[in-house]
Nanobody
Framework: QVQLVESGGGLVQPGGSLRLSCAASGSIFSINAMGWYRQAPGKARELVATTTTGGNTNYADSVKGRFTISRDNAKNTVYLQMNSLKPEDTAVYYC???????????????WGQGTQVTVSS
């Protein structure tokens, strides 16, 4: 019913930039929030950044000042601009959406399939 499709991952050198995109599609009635999480090998999944429909944003301390989350509500799409990338940013990045499916009362969380970001020289 709902799909989150991510794009934009890849290999980049330290100090470089990447832009991730995630588009939500399907029988969506409303979206409360969208965001990005990441999971490095051997580590738990962690929050990177989130944004609400009203424009409130939240960032992990480790990415503040380097990453910027933005959202196009008309397209149900969220972006993550990542600058000054470091090797420790290497992880699989997952899109997340907290949304209400058409015909249902309560919102649920949905995840994308993940996109690999590798920062290495």
């Amino acid at each position: 019913q709902v799909q989150l499709v991510e794009s934009g991952g890849g290999l980049v050198q330290p100090g470089g930039s990447l832009r991730l995109s995630c588009a939500a599609s399907g029988s969506i009635f409303s979206i409360n929030a969208m965001g990005w999480y990441r999971q490095a090998p051997g580590k738990a999944r962690e929050l990177v950044a989130t944004t609400t429909t009203g424009g409130n944003t939240n960032y992990a301390d480790s990415v503040k000042g380097r990453f910027t989350i933005s959202r196009d509500n008309a397209k149900n799409t969220v972006y993550l601009q990542m600058n000054s990338l470091k090797p420790e940013d290497t992880a699989v990045y997952y899109c997340n959406a907290h949304l209400t499916v058409a015909g249902r009362l309560n919102p649920s969380r949905y995840w994308g399939q993940g996109t690999q970001v590798t920062v290495s020289s």
